[in-house]
């Protein structure tokens, strides 16, 4: 069996969904953070199996682009935790649905 | 890539990073849900080891198996009141149509395409090197940007949850 790109493509495919559905459908305010999170790590994996599937000599840029991702995400956690802190210390919940305070 | 070890390896490592990753959707309890996200994200830090990355699957480790979940946990744990339900609002029926639609058009448009690919046998050299120097010459600016999001991040983070004097 030889494994080909649309492989990890597709296992790239499965984690976003699910991590699409987790960001849509949780209620706890981390929970959303974390399909967030598993969305990033999809769409890493695909620039990582595209890097491999191309001449070696072109490898490194979706390396390159995968650090970069890698370095926002975790100042998006930070930041996103840190407001998840904040907003329960001013409203005593962090549950999406009761956090309707920018609505008009 | 058809050795039978890659293939093995290959079907192992995204069997637990989907399984693991749907263990976050049907978990009751949100702690467990973190714990199965740790596990997801070393998955997909052994499928960049079968890809020949070998720095982003450290970093990959470090970061998110790392650094992210503690910080997740954190966040948890200085939430108390908040019952440790992981339940669905009410986006859950939209939310999983969507979602479907979304990963199967994926799926569909990576399976169809054409992508012209190069599968020499490159081994496993180390990157690292190759992607410090393309750090500092060819992607600098994005570098220094980078250096100062994640400044800007930490001090923000910092100033956030400090409690008023």
């Known amino acids: 069996m030889e494994l080909t790109v649309e492989y990890f493509l597709t296992v790239s495919a499965a984690l976003f969904a699910i991590g699409l559905y987790v960001a849509l459908s949780k209620r706890n305010a981390v929970g959303v953070l974390m399909g967030v999170e598993l969305m990033l790590n999809s769409v890493n994996l695909t620039f990582i199996a595209f890097s491999r599937f191309t001449p070696a000599d072109n490898q490194i840029t979706g390396h390159v682009f995968a650090l970069f991702v890698i370095t926002v995400a975790a100042a998006e956690a930070a930041i996103a935790l840190a407001l998840a802190v904040v907003i329960y210390r001013l409203r005593r919940t962090v549950n999406v649905d009761e956090l309707n305070l920018l609505r008009w | ?165």
């Open chain 2, 1 to 165: 890539m058809d050795d039978l070890g890659i293939v093995i390896a290959f079907w192992t490592l995204s069997g637990l990073t989907v399984g693991s990753a749907l263990l976050i959707v049907v978990t009751r309890n949100i702690f467990h849900a973190v714990l199965a996200l740790i596990v997801s994200f070393l998955g997909v830090a052994g499928l960049y080891v079968l890809l020949s990355a070998d720095f982003i699957a450290v970093a990959q480790v470090l970061v998110y198996a790392g650094a992210v979940s503690v910080l997740m946990l954190f966040a948890l744990m200085l939430t108390p009141r908040q019952a440790r339900n992981n339940a669905a609002n009410y986006l859950e029926i939209p939310g999983l149509l969507l979602s479907l639609v979304i990963g199967g058009l994926i799926t569909v448009a990576a399976v169809s395409t054409d992508w012209a690919e190069v599968d020499d046998d490159r081994g496993f050299d180390a990157t690292s090197r190759l992607i410090g120097e393309a750090l500092i010459d060819k992607w600098v600016l994005p570098f220094e940007i980078a250096a100062v999001i994640l400044l800007v991040a930490m001090v923000g983070a910092i100033m956030l949850v400090r409690e008023d004097q």
